[in-house]
């Protein structure tokens, strides 16, 4: 009897701590995006294995374990179609305007070099990236005209030239207190 008490003890304790796990995953990506459309969304973890299936378009990840930022995705069709090919190193298919949220923010990053896992340059490393939308287009035409300098204080195209490229659009003033563009 205190052997069947132990194991179901034991079980117990393991289903509370995959719980609690899981719970906090599904925090860490409904943080990502706005309410409206966090809490319908499917979450996924980092290996695209769904945590929480939901009833909308969107997928939300948590925050990413290999980075020191606090970096959760919400995103849509293209988006995630975009993330499979940026983390397998394959060009991605485009078909209609995409949208992605990142409301907590994201780690320092190249503005330029999409692989760039070191600083590239004071002018080109990004850092201070606070909550903001990102807008992926099927035509990179679409993208002239539109600045590639991440300190205008409004969007810019991130990764310009390269297959990844996309619309960063602040939701937050990124140089609050700070002078503008510094």
Known sequence: MFRTFTAAFAALLFLTSTAIAQDKVIKSAMSAGPPSIAADATVMDWELNVVREGTNDWVCLPDRPDTEATDPWCVEGPWLNFLQAYVGGTEPQIDRIGFAY?????????????????????????????????????????????????????????????????????????????????
């Open 102 to 182: 990142m409301l907590q923010g994201d780690a320092a990053v190249s503005n330029s070099d999409p692989t760039a896992t070191e600083p590239t340059g004071e002018d080109d490393w990004v850092t201070g990236i606070g909550g903001h939308m990102m807008i992926i287009v099927p035509d990179p035409a679409l993208l002239e005209g539109i600045s590639t300098d991440h300190r205008n204080g409004g969007p810019w195209v991130m990764w310009p030239n390269t297959p990844y490229a996309h619309i960063m659009a602040p939701t937050e003033d990124r140089w609050a207190g700070k002078k503008k563009g510094y």
